[in-house]
């Protein structure tokens, strides 16, 4: 499989992470110390204490994607492991984060992190979990459809403006849960899912539709100015 990964967006969110969440723990301290050295100025402590907090979780949600190992973009690299040059995925490229050109068409990868089980049913997608002694043991997906939605007219729209020629190309949706033991029944969806383990099976079953050649893949790399260091 045909490997296209954006290092300098990772790096950079990489870094940028790392720095909103040390940044806003720094301002959620020096928040502390004028409470307990010039508590007149209250309002001022209270201020750095919310934007240190909010910083600090965009910061560690941020290097939690960008900076853990293995990243989101390995974790479906290592699925997909083994799947010929007839295929090539692009992480962070192309108006998503992860798009797969295959034989059997254009698709944009959806990576949930849902553990447990997920399933559809009447006309939405639940996810149960373990029993809990507090709160609910399941909840409304509400947010994946409309992800999917946004996610391929996202991708979409980035093909058409580089290469309007082959706008009649359809982007698909696909959800991959990447947590271990997540069990999922995708029966009567509208969307397409499976788990991580059993991605690559599931793509090579699927029959064959108008996709991109290796020529217009080379188009593509051209179209998006995507350099030989970015490419694995």
Partial sequence: MQLYRNERLIKRNKFLGRLMMFGGLGASFAAVIIVFLQ?????????????????????????????????????????LKGLGDNYAMFHYYLGTNHALFTPAGVFALLPRDEQGEVRYESDQWIHKRAKRRFGRSQKLLKDLERNAARETKSMKQALTKKLPDLSE????????????????NSDGSPIPAAHRKKLKS???????????????????????????????
Avoid: C, W
């Fill in 39 to 79: 508590p007149e100025l209250l309002s001022l402590a209270f201020g750095l204490m919310l934007a240190g907090g909010l910083f600090s979780q965009l910061g560690t949600a941020i290097h939690n994607r960008f900076g853990r190992t293995p990243r989101i973009d390995q974790v479906l690299d290592d699925s």
């Fill in 169 to 184: 190309i359809h982007v698909n949706p696909l959800l991959v849960f990447i947590a271990s033991g997540t069990t999922i």
């Fill in 202 to 232: 599931y793509i090579r079953r699927l029959e064959r539709q108008k996709s991109f050649s290796a020529e217009e893949i080379l188009q593509l790399v051209s179209a998006f100015n995507i350099i030989p260091e970015d490419m694995d």
